[in-house]
């Protein structure tokens, strides 16, 4: 078994592709229309599409712009090899960075998290191994 995606229901589909994208920096892999049951889905993730990568899928059901955030959603996790690059490079590119690059509360790994257009959190997680992958956030 392997994650394959993770779903997230959006208000403005193009609105929250450009924010994993042009912010994340993510790629757009593919997309889908379902006019007989009013939905629009979004396929993101680094990389071209390879089946070894997890990906988040933004659902858009036709007519609904705004949720309500549950209390049992936490956050999706980004490793980066900088934390601190990565949260400058998401605030040039009109990013909301919610907490600052630090240390997570007792401990030492380099954390910091930014919030989608939807309000959904991303937390960006300092890993030095991350740093060859050549996608997203440098």
């Known amino acids: 078994m392997r994650l394959l995606h993770t779903m997230l229901r959006v208000g403005n589909l193009q609105r929250s592709i450009d924010f994993y994208t042009q ?3 993510m790629n757009l892999l593919r997309t889908s229309e379902n006019p007989e049951y009013k939905y629009s889905l979004a396929f993101l ?3 071209n599409g390879n089946p070894e990568q997890a990906e988040i899928e933004l659902t858009y059901n036709w007519g609904t712009d705004s949720y309500e955030m549950g209390t049992a959603y936490g ?5 980066v090899p900088d934390a601190y ?3 400058d490079k998401i605030k040039a590119a009109g990013g ?3 907490r600052e690059p630090g240390p997570v509360k007792g401990g030492t790994t380099v954390i910091a998290f930014v919030t989608d257009p939807d309000g959904y959190k991303i937390e960006l997680i300092q ?3 991350d740093a060859g992958t050549g996608q ?3």
């Open 23 to 25: 912010v994340l920096g």
């Open 96 to 98: 909301n960075v919610t």
């Open 136 to 138: 997203g956030l440098r």
């Open 85 to 87: 690059a990565a949260c």
């Open 127 to 129: 890993r030095k191994d």
């Open 45 to 47: 993730g680094f990389g």
């Open 75 to 79: 956050h999706i996790a980004l490793g």
